[in-house]
């Protein structure tokens, strides 16, 4: 018991002398943001700090991943992830370490996320003698629907390091900077993808009877489409069903011959994630038989939900409340429709993922908005709970 009081100690003590420069690598990153898959700046930043760590890393993994190994036992091996890209979206808020980057902001926490990652970097590497297993840091590329954690797997991350049990989390702008929230079973959401081309037949907007419309078919389309969550999936299930893209026509006299669609499905159980699948496909082919078009849904690579693995879920809270207090644990009522490519690793290996409060004090904003910004608060409270939840899980 001593010794892991002296041990909790010593990660809150790392985790203070550290915070400061943390939160200066989170400001220059969010001053610098870059898409997925260019992380070519902020990849290098990552392996300069591992470098003066003296942490055994390797680069270009999933093309601009990184991934590092920490320690020598021979307990249990823990993957801890972090993301790196940002978003294509302009800042209009003016911090002084706004985006100088035009069109690129991280408008979800990634940049925290990546100082946090390389805080706990930091501080096993510091006890590095001391730790009784491994750890795998994960510095994640294109988690924006870009597919960065498949890469990473299709080039061979867990055949250099495999690891036993996996750690994610995302900072929770719901929820107060110093808190750390979870869901007890799923944590995200499945998403699939889908692009649907309706085509018809061209023709004058004054002869509709000549053509075959297909805007009008899209029309259809989109209300019918709805109908599938409102009155085929269980009331007390979650699903969404959304079109946030639609592509047709060029002049306001004539009908064209195509209308792109482009949307999504969100789904938190596997039965519900297939039955709306099949639905869509079947309204399609309604659609294409009562307006007398070709309507045929193409589904792209999506990512299974994220659900936590209770008997890894909950040695992990009991270590988060003995580091920031038990008030400070928030059980979150639902998981979230958003979805998360850590379930490439999720689904794998036994995992649990955390939200880290960074609601800021003085405004509301949330994930993705143009406006974002975060409590720093939440990169220590990360830091030093992640590290010592690792340093327990590699003794299981």
């Not at 041990?7 to 997925?36: C, K, S």
Request: charged fraction near 25%; glycine fraction near 10%.
């Amino acid at each position: 018991m001593r010794e892991e009081q002296d041990l909790r100690a010593r990660i809150e003590e790392i985790t203070a002398e550290i915070t400061p420069r943390l939160i200066e690598i989170r400001r220059h990153l969010h001053a610098n943001p870059e898409l997925g898959f260019e992380e070519y700046e902020t990849s290098a930043l990552v392996m300069r700090e591992l470098t003066r760590l003296g942490v055994d890393h390797r680069s270009g993994i999933g093309k601009t991943g990184v991934a590092a190994t920490i320690g020598q036992g021979n307990g249990k091996t823990i993957g801890i992830r972090g993301d790196m890209d940002a978003l294509p979206i302009q800042e209009t808020a003016s911090p002084e370490y706004k985006s100088r980057n035009p069109g690129k902001m991280h408008a979800c926490g990634h940049d925290a996320h990546t100082a946090i990652a390389l805080g706990v970097s930091e501080v096993l590497s510091r006890l590095a003698d001391a730790l009784p297993g491994r750890a795998l840091m994960v510095f994640q590329p294109a988690e924006e629907g870009l597919g960065g954690a498949r890469a990473m797997l299709e080039d061979g991350l867990f055949e250099w390091v495999e690891p036993d049990i996996m750690l994610g989390y995302h900072n929770w702008p719901l929820i107060d900077g110093g808190t750390i929230g979870y869901h007890p079973k799923t944590a995200f959401a499945s998403t699939d993808p889908f692009d649907i081309t309706i085509t018809g037949q061209s023709g004058h907007g004054a002869h509709p009877h000549l053509a075959v419309d297909p805007i009008v078919a899209a029309g259809n389309l989109v209300s019918s489409l709805q109908t599938i969550v409102a009155r085929e999936i269980a009331p007390l299930e979650a699903a969404v069903v959304t079109i946030g893209s639609i592509k047709g026509g060029s002049a306001r006299n004539q009908i064209p011959d195509s209308v792109t669609l482009e949307g999504t499905t969100r789904s938190q159980n596997p039965a519900v994630r297939e039955a709306v699948k099949a639905a869509i496909e079947r309204v399609c082919a309604g659609i294409a038989l009562t307006h007398r078009v070709t309507c045929k849904p193409m589904f792209l690579t999506g990512v299974p939900p994220v659900v936590n693995d209770p008997d890894i879920l909950h040695p992990v809270l009991e270590t988060t409340r003995s580091m920031i207090g038990d008030d400070k644990v928030i059980e979150l009522p639902q998981g979230s429709m958003g979805s998360e490519d850590y379930a490439e690793f999720s689904t794998r290996v036994p995992s649990a993922h955390l939200r880290i409060g960074s609601r800021l004090k003085d405004r509301k904003t949330m994930l993705h908005r143009s406006d974002f910004d975060l409590d720093e608060a939440c990169i220590p409270t990360a830091v030093k709970a992640i590290a010592a939840a690792a340093i327990d899980l590699m003794k299981r």
